[in-house]
């Protein structure tokens, strides 16, 4: 079998016909299947976010909280959510180069600092929180347990998150190693 | 130009099609990559100046799009035994071949793919080095390997 056997199957394959006014909807961002689903994400964390941001102050005391304590969840809580939104318009753009090769190698690059700047943004901002919620408390062996147990799920989390990012970096890393076609 | 935009996109839509049915193995995946392939096409168009053939541009920001976009990690699929035995490539079994080529072609890595749908399609080694990103002998080289593999995928 020689490669160019296969030229009439490959330019004969086709599928159902999509009618132009199916493709204007695949144009507009709100029918994206993959862009919906971490845009929702996006949007219900957000709004969480801030509302926790506006009632916090009353609901959980922060009057009576070191001011510390509420410049570091304010400015932890606001650096996650401008993060967020970078990210979300990062994942938008995939093409980065005016070939494939440049595109995929840029592309990584950008995907691994934004996994960086994500997992170190949400680790801050839960040992923001929980500084703010232990900032006036009297520690006695049993708080302690209870923060030391806090501090394990924070770092599960975190774990947890790393290993998403990973994957998608490595499949990313497997693509340029395979982009450096060697001649040898 | 979204009317010239739509047109284009439409009278070159099986572009688009076989590479979503490459890159991705269910129904649903492949439609979802369609969309995102649109969409992202759409983004570009502003730029496509038209130095290039319109083809050559939808399978640059196609295949872009299928490699770099974040796919679920699923179980490793075995396609060989579901691949159609021998069928013929000219016996007008055209259903029966294409799975067989396309089952063929999702065993490739992701470059592969992309490197052996362009020389598919007709484009030449010049026009493939340059959507690569590579030397043109080093396209050659590289689809002389994969030539090897399919033959033992094929065999």
Known sequence: MELDDLKPGWQNAGGTSKTEAEILKMTKITHHPSVKKIRTKLIIETIMLAFFLTVYYDWFDGDKKPVYANVLLVCSLLAYILNDVIGYISLLQPIRGSNLKTSVEKYLAGIKRLSVLSIFFSFVYGVCFIVFFTSVINFNREKKFILLGIMVLLVQATLWSYRIWRRWIKALKQQVSDMEFDEG | ?155
Not at chain 2, 28 to 50: A, H
Not at chain 2, 102 to 122: H, I, M, Q, T, W
Request: charged share 30%; proline share 3%.
């Open chain 2, 1 to 155: 130009m979204e009317k010239e935009f739509l047109k284009s996109v439409h009278d070159y839509q099986k572009i688009i099609y076989k590479i979503c049915k490459m890159y991705r193995d269910s129904k649903e995946d492949q439609e979802d990559l369609f969309q995102e392939i649109v969409y992202q096409l759409w983004k570009s168009y502003p730029s496509f100046k038209g130095e290039s053939k319109i083809s050559s541009w939808i399978y640059r920001i196609a295949l872009n799009t299928a490699m770099a976009v974040y796919r679920k990690t699923k179980p490793a699929v075995e396609y060989l035994p579901d691949l159609p035995e021998q069928a013929s490539w000219d016996d007008g079994n055209i259903s029966q071949n294409e799975e067989r080529l396309f089952g063929a072609l999702r065993l490739l890595n992701d470059p592969e793919k992309a490197l052996v749908s362009l020389y598919l399609e007709d484009f030449s080694y010049q026009e493939i080095a340059a959507i690569m990103g590579i030397t043109e002998s080093n396209a050659g080289v590289r689809l002389n390997r994969i030539k090897n593999k399919l033959k033992i995928i094929l065999k």
